[in-house]
Nanobody, 125 residues
Framework: VQLVESGGGLVQPGGSLRLSCAAS????????MSWYRQAPGKERELVAA????????DYADSVKGRLTISRENAKNTMYLQMNELKAEDTAVYYC???????????????????WGQGTQVTVSS
């Protein structure tokens, strides 16, 4: 199993970025996926979660209305569209694969079995 994030970078407040997570080594469409982030000195936190067939999504309150999670199962890829970025969004962003095949969402850290290496997002003027 391999998860590879890309798309991070430096952006000004109010700007946008689109993160991608390319998955391989498993049947992508059978597993729920999520995006997490970790800022310096802080715990890893859930940003967004999506069900295996894209029917259900959920977001941290701090990003609702600004970030959108999506996936293209035919391309084995998950995305995070990030708009209206703020300085507090600065963090390393990770994609994570749910441990079990299921139709719903996964939130708890213990329910993920593979993580990408992360991509840095820095929001600064």
């Amino acid at each position: 199993v391999q998860l590879v994030e890309s798309g991070g970078g430096l952006v000004q407040p109010g700007g946008s970025l689109r993160l991608s997570c390319a998955a391989s080594g498993f049947t992508f469409s059978e597993y729920p996926m999520s995006w997490y982030r970790q800022a310096p000195g802080k715990e890893r936190e859930l940003v967004a979660a999506i069900s295996r067939l894209s029917g259900v999504e959920d977001y941290a309150d701090s990003v609702k209305g600004r970030l959108t999670i999506s996936r293209e199962n035919a391309k084995n890829t998950m995305y995070l569209q990030m708009n209206e970025l703020k300085a507090e969004d600065t963090a390393v962003y990770y994609c994570a694969k749910g441990k079990r095949r299921r139709n719903g969402l996964v939130f708890q850290l213990s329910e993920f079995d593979y993580w990408g290496q992360g991509t840095q997002v820095t929001v600064s003027s």
